[in-house]
């Protein structure tokens, strides 16, 4: 019927079909081809075994006759010196040498993407690098106890400026703040004594006042050379600390990277991006002050004005609120007991002397090193557990591919075949860094060959074979360890 030819129309017609015996001739050719323009098979058995069964006849290609059978055990072992990969891609249509446009331009990508991958590893692992080194750092630093040694130091620095009146600095012996019959701040009265022995006890006393003026001096400039250069350590580690937390985080977010791409794409094709909650059409000026209003609430619950680094201009509301019975500022009144006479130092002059000094902290602001170096190992741990090892065993994978790419003699795989085996070699290197820490760390069989994790991660990229061959073994471990449950 005619709509049988409209169904089958412009359809492709099927070949003729071919014997087994005319495709192994016909890939004996190619093979042939192949092996003369990459100078294989040098020795001619294969060559002298193609000619031998190209020139039978139609009735004589049977895989019977002797020629076929040699033919048959020459293309096997060709194998050897030509894989079956490259075998059929000859049979596809490629030749060596002759590339084509759509092959070049997917070349040339899959090399931009590589360097583009290689970079992106070079600077995550020297953020990781920076971080591990900041992370040793603060371990050193937490291991003196800081906050104790900063207080201290603080203290004894307010107590030894109390013990340097300016008289004594004159050479003038110090006046009693009291007496027993005068008012405060007159000298004590004389007592009976003869002229030689006061002239004697005044001058001791003099010079006795002198050094220990003298020895609160050298114990003032001591503890301020000590307390400023703590200062200035813990000052340097924040903001190390700060730097490398913000870089671990733009690095680490692929994904608001990733909307950020589609809404680049969107915007060349004159799409922008969806809108968000907070950033919708519908809302109103009052629902957009509320929204604000809540997001400050949640970001100051918890602030802490001690926790300032710029504390200084804040001693006057806090004098106002101490010596008030309810200051201006409720939230200064909330945190007064923060600024309370502690051991009989007054915690404001603490404040005064370290704003005097120019300091950035005093001893209840100084950061929390234990809370910054857990901060600083959860991004370490996402960088060596998952970031760098996908990244490394992509990279194996990468040069991998390259490596082909440079010999004109070997196909070029497909893109998807590309992608499936990038994507294979990272997740290799992940799962490398999952096994590291119990398995592979204290294992002499890995110690011996001295590779690193990241090392690891490339050449098992790089090889696959290698991955797979360390999971057959573990399955046979695991399998021997099983079949022995139960057993006597």
Request: proline content about 4%.
């Amino acid at each position: 019927m005619w709509w049988h030819r409209l169904i089958f129309w412009k359809q492709p017609v099927a070949p003729p079909a071919t014997s087994a015996v005319e495709e192994l001739i016909d890939e004996a050719e190619l093979v042939s081809k192949y092996a003369v323009r990459a100078g294989l098979l040098a020795d001619g058995d294969f060559f002298r075994r193609f000619a031998a069964a190209k020139v039978l006849q139609d009735m004589d290609r049977i895989f019977t006759n002797s020629a076929v059978i040699e033919l048959q055990s020459a293309l096997a072992a060709s194998r050897v010196a030509i894989p079956a990969a490259t075998v059929s891609a000859l049979q596809s249509g490629w030749r060596p040498n002759k590339e084509r446009l759509r092959d070049k331009l997917k070349n040339l990508g899959f090399v931009l993407a590589a360097l583009l991958l290689m970079f992106a590893a070079g600077n995550l692992t020297l953020t990781y690098k920076s971080g591990a080194t900041l992370y040793e750092q603060l371990s050193l630093l937490t291991g003196k106890n800081p906050g104790l040694h900063y207080s201290r130091l603080e203290r004894q620095l307010l107590i030894a400026e109390h013990q340097l009146p300016g008289n004594i600095l004159v050479g003038q012996p110090p006046v009693s703040s009291t007496d027993g019959n005068g008012a405060a701040g007159l000298p004590d009265a004389p007592k009976t004594v003869s002229p030689a022995a006061a002239s004697q006890s005044g001058t001791t006393n003099a010079v006795d006042a002198v050094q220990r003026n003298l020895i609160a001096q050298d114990a003032s400039f001591q503890y301020v050379y000590e307390l400023t250069m703590l200062d200035k350590e813990l000052k340097l580690v924040k903001e190390k600390s700060d730097a490398f937390l913000a870089a671990a985080d733009a690095q680490l977010a692929v994904l608001g990277r990733i909307r950020n791409a589609v809404c680049w794409a969107g915007a060349l094709l004159g799409q922008g991006c969806p809108a968000t909650a907070t950033n919708s059409t519908g809302s109103t000026p009052q629902q957009v002050s509320d929204d604000i209003t809540k997001q400050f609430e949640e970001q100051y619950a918890s602030f802490d004005v001690s926790s300032l680094q710029n504390f200084c201009q804040y001693l006057g509301e806090i004098e106002r609120a101490k010596s008030e019975q309810a200051g201006s500022s409720p939230f200064i009144t909330q945190v007064n007991y923060l600024f309370d006479d502690a051991f009989g130092i007054n915690t404001v002059d603490l404040m005064r002397q370290n704003c005097r000094m120019n300091l950035n902290y005093y001893s209840q602001s100084i950061p929390n090193l234990i809370d910054i170096q857990n901060k600083i190992s959860g991004r370490l741990a996402t960088y060596s557990y998952l970031a760098l090892p996908a990244l490394y065993g992509a990279l194996g994978s990468l040069m991998y591919f390259m490596r082909r790419i440079l010999d004109p003699f070997l196909p070029n795989p497909s893109l998807l075949r590309m992608i499936y085996r990038v994507a294979l070699g990272a997740l290799a290197g992940m799962v490398l860094a999952w096994f590291w820490d119990g398995t592979f760390n204290n294992n002499e069989a890995f110690q011996t060959i001295g590779f690193g994790l990241f090392t690891l991660a490339f050449v098992f990229g790089f090889a696959i074979d290698v991955f797979f061959a360390l999971l057959d073994r573990f399955v046979s471990l695991s399998t021997a360890a099983v079949s022995r449950i139960g057993g006597p």
